[in-house]
T-cell receptor, first 113, second 112 residues
Framework: QKEVEQNSGPLSVPEGAIASLNCTYS??????FFWYRQYSGKSPELIMS????GDKEDGRFTAQLNKASQYVSLLIRDSQPSDSATYLC?????????????FGQGTTLQVKP | DVKVTQSSRYLVKRTGEKVFLECVQD?????MFWYRQDPGLGLRLIYF???????EKGDIPEGYSVSREKKERFSLILESASTNQTSMYLC???????????FGPGTRLTVL
């Protein structure tokens, strides 16, 4: 079992819809969780971090964490074609943003006009 | 406002050559990381450093070494390049603040 698992996709949604990206992790001691966005040919860019159970909102993005289910998700409201990218989930065993991250393989999102 | 730079965007080397990849950050971060990214395998950590002259192995350190003589610079060294080291190499710099993690633009290395 991979430490961090994501459905590779592609996930296709129409413009204006909600895109839901999911990630599961295997190590219960994991403490902090990150979502990166990577456009084709570019390097990853950190868009959200979450450390506590529940929801964390930032603009059109909402990260959701459920440690009991070992599940973290990213919701993108009012999806735009510019949101089309690969989204990487990353997990850290340390309760901070330092330390080594374990990355999932990423989910490709396609937002169709 | 470039924050993390890497010495080359594209590099072509021959088998057996010694290869240096450099990463420089201007944010006074203590933490720096080297990853490689391959299709189907995702991002994998090679080495990381929490401070000057300090280094720790990541998940795939074999065939690589690193150097951090100054806080702003973290170098990845391929002592004797092999074809299976053809990959995209990404440097990341991280600070203590929330969302304070930045990747460099990447170096696409091809070993012939």
């Amino acid at each position: 079992q991979k430490e961090v698992e994501q459905n590779s996709g592609p996930l296709s949604v129409p413009e204006g819809a909600i895109a839901s990206l999911n990630c599961t992790y295997s190590d219960r001691v994991s403490q902090s969780f990150f979502w990166y966005r990577q456009y084709s040919g570019k390097s990853p860019e950190l868009i959200m971090s979450i450390y506590s159970n529940g929801d964390k909102e930032d603009g059109r993005f909402t990260a959701q964490l459920n440690k009991a289910s070992q599940y973290v998700s990213l919701l993108i409201r009012d999806s735009q074609p510019s949101d089309s990218a690969t989204y990487l989930c990353a997990v850290n065993r340390i309760s901070s943003n330092t330390g080594k991250l374990i990355f999932g393989q990423g989910t490709t999102l396609q937002v169709k006009p | 406002d470039v924050k993390v730079t890497q010495s080359s965007r594209y590099l072509v080397k021959r088998t057996g050559e010694k290869v240096f990849l450099e990463c420089v950050q201007d944010m006074d971060h203590e933490n720096m990381f080297w990853y490689r990214q391959d299709p189907g395998l995702g991002l994998r950590l090679i080495y990381f450093s929490y401070d000057v002259k300090m280094k720790e192995k990541g998940d795939i350190p074999e065939g690589y070494s690193v150097s951090r003589e100054k806080k702003e610079r973290f170098s990845l060294i391929l002592e004797s390049a092999s074809t299976n080291q053809t990959s995209m190499y990404l440097c990341e710099s991280g600070g203590a603040g929330d969302n304070e993690q930045f990747f460099g633009p990447g170096t696409r290395l091809t070993v012939l």
